[in-house]
């Protein structure tokens, strides 16, 4: 016989059951015993299923309060239209949140602490923070003690303060809040004149109410880091009657250093997707899992870019003019019934994940997951909204066509009209608000505003996995495969000497063949464009038969049609990348970054430690970075 106290498992079908009755009962208003009285509306409801789910109707029911006694119960700075998705909740378990109720239903549901309501809201808001609303967020997240929904909405602020203290929202800060904001080493500024100008804007927007803060306010300038010019104009901002005497005090008081806010540390960075950091010599060295990683030309360091999650392979990259990092599809281990692979081999599954870098916290934050599941396919931000076209083959034609587009205000994505061809792979780059598509010898324009394709001038040869790159008005298409005739295999010049390079003009609608890049020393090139240390360059992966990869960034002069070795790339900073590593360009704080642990064998090396990197003599090599 069992024990009374025994646990058993809910009966999930009678729960069902039980509320579908409860709901039935309050839609027929049947067995009601107290009434919510909203303004002139009512709401018939039953007292067991409000102190169910909410703890202020708990304590009002159960704690001897009059309102235990009444069958009629004001509810006062409640709006009807939330109470009614409060009470439906009540009933069915599901709240019904969206952009235009979160908010007021948060409010509710706290003065209600209907905790799972609020838990719902909180998650809801944290996911939808964006630039435009990260202030307000910022606003409700101390208004409420809600200190999940306050750090999430102060790292965007923070991150996009060169944006955001022009808004009303930052204008209407609290007191407390704007130093709050002030104060924080993670601003993400260049330069500390910008902190400057949101504090001059925070008080002018009130001076009369605000004059009293004058001093705690402008304290938190860090006047040292402030330019001699700016310095000596200083007095020129402020308000007449205190000027002096609050500045001259304040620069006597302030230390002679300063501490950087984050803006001021960032890197330009190559950050390299799927790197494999291991070596050929694979039974000396064995192979590690795919990873992230940063390189910084500047410091000539590598850094480790947190790992994307649930170890995803094969995704889309994209780092926008905003300098936000994003990766999207891919695939993952499918887990198996036993846990291990089948048969010896793992098995992939693709999906539709898109997710965002906090660059701060170094972790990837979930957005909403993209409406097709995609490998690879390529990202590109145009006009406010990010693009995801393509991609490998994953459920035949349809995926390769598709092309869906992302609202980062709404976090929403929708279709836009499909690529005119089925395309396994192609280069997207975005240039005049338009995007370009380019495979085999193919090119295509996507026309925002018409929601269309245009097919543009073709390509003399037909390639594919090429890199392509914009600087200006131009599109840099270089290396890949070439897919047809007798010089199928890499895509390199003429005579074979350097890796072949074409431009697209979009102003003119016309291709032209540029100077090909000096990289010989290959079976089989992995090169790059990017945007990169203030002009068009190319990352570029040698390799050789029985040698270790050799690595370069060479820079392009527009003028003279010839490439610069920029900087050859030491082999005991950037080891083994493996031969599927993609890369982008992205600005990245070294202080929320990890160097990167891995160190190649010193067998490798020769014994002087003498670098080995050959530069072609024609080649022109640019001065050393500073």
């Known amino acids: 016989m069992s024990g009374l106290g025994e646990h058993r498992p809910v009966n999930a079908d009678y729960a069902v059951s039980l509320l579908e009755q409860l709901k039935f009962f309050y839609e027929q208003k049947l067995l009601t015993d107290v009434v919510l009285l909203v303004d002139d509306t009512e709401f018939p409801c039953h007292k067991m299923v409000l102190a169910a789910c909410s703890s202020y109707f708990r304590a009002m029911f159960m704690g001897g309060l009059s309102e235990s006694k009444q069958t009629h119960v004001h509810l006062r700075n409640v709006d009807p239209a939330t109470l009614q998705i409060i009470i439906s909740y009540a009933y069915t378990g599901h709240l019904a949140i969206s952009d235009s109720t979160v908010e007021p239903l948060y409010e509710t549901a706290c003065f209600l602490q209907v905790e799972n309501a609020l838990v719902q809201c909180r998650d809801y808001l944290v996911k939808k923070i964006n630039p435009d609303n990260c202030v ?20 965007m602020v923070e991150h996009k303060f060169p944006t955001v203290y022009r808004q009303d929202a930052f204008l209407q800060l609290s007191h407390e809040l704007l130093l709050d904001v002030l104060s924080s080493d993670n601003l993400n500024v260049e330069k500390e004149e910008t902190v400057r100008e949101a504090a001059m804007l925070w008080l002018e927007y009130n001076m009369e109410a605000r004059s009293q803060h004058l001093s705690s306010v402008l304290s938190q300038i860090r006047i040292d880091a402030l330019s001699e010019v700016t310095q000596r104009a200083w007095f020129q901002g402020l308000p007449p009657n205190d000027k002096s005497v609050v500045v001259q005090g304040l620069y006597k008081s302030m230390p002679k250093f300063f501490k950087p806010r984050l803006g001021m540390t960032k890197e330009e960075m190559l950050i390299f997707i799927e790197a494999l950091t291991e070596t050929r010599l694979s039974v000396m060295v064995p192979a590690l899992p795919a990873s992230m990683v940063c390189y910084s030309p500047q410091a000539e360091k590598v850094y480790k870019l947190c790992n994307p999650p649930h170890n995803l392979q094969k995704m889309g990259t994209l780092v926008t003019p905003d300098n936000d990092v994003f990766i999207a599809g891919g695939e993952v281990l499918m887990e198996t019934p036993f846990g291990r692979p089948v048969g010896g081999l793992q098995v992939m599954d693709s999906v539709d994940s898109f997710f965002w870098l906090d660059a701060q916290q170094n972790t990837w934050v979930a957005k909403t997951p993209m409406l097709c599941r995609r490998l690879k396919p390529s990202l590109v931000y145009c006009d406010g909204y990010i693009y995801a076209v393509g991609g490998d083959d994953v459920a035949g034609e349809l995926t390769q066509h598709t092309v869906e587009r992302y609202d980062p205000q709404k976090d929403e994505w929708s279709m836009v009209s499909p690529l005119p061809l089925a395309w396994s ?148 900073v950037l080891w083994e990348l493996g031969d599927r590593f993609r890369c982008a360009v992205g600005k990245l704080y070294p202080s929320c970054l990890e160097e990167s642990p891995w160190k190649p064998p010193t067998y490798l090396f020769s014994v002087d430690g003498v670098e080995e990197f050959e530069v072609d003599a024609a080649a022109p090599v640019s001065p050393p970075l500073v």
């Open 425 to 572: 792979w192609c280069a997207c780059v975005a240039a005049r608000n338009c995007i370009y598509a380019l495979t085999l010898d193919l090119t295509y324009c996507y026309l925002p505003r018409a929601d269309a394709w245009v097919e543009m001038a073709g390509r003399p040869i037909s390639r594919c996995h090429a890199s392509a790159a914009v600087f200006g008005d131009l599109i840099f298409y270089l290396g890949g495969l070439h897919m047809a005739g007798p010089r199928s295999g890499p895509a390199v010049t003429a005579d074979g000497s350097s890796l072949a390079v074409e431009i697209y003009d979009v102003g003119k609608n016309e291709w032209r063949w540029a100077a090909g890049v000096p990289a010989k020393r290959y079976t089989l090139p992995r090169a790059h464009a990017v945007a990169l240390l203030g002009g068009l360059c190319v990352f570029v992966r040698e390799t050789h038969v029985q040698e270790r990869p050799r690595y370069a960034i060479y820079q392009y002069d527009v003028e003279r049609d010839r490439w610069h070795l920029r900087q050859p790339v030491s082999e005991r």
């Open 136 to 155: 307000r967020m910022l606003s409700i997240g101390d208004l409420f003690s809600c200190s999940e929904l306050k750090q999430s909405a102060k790292r």
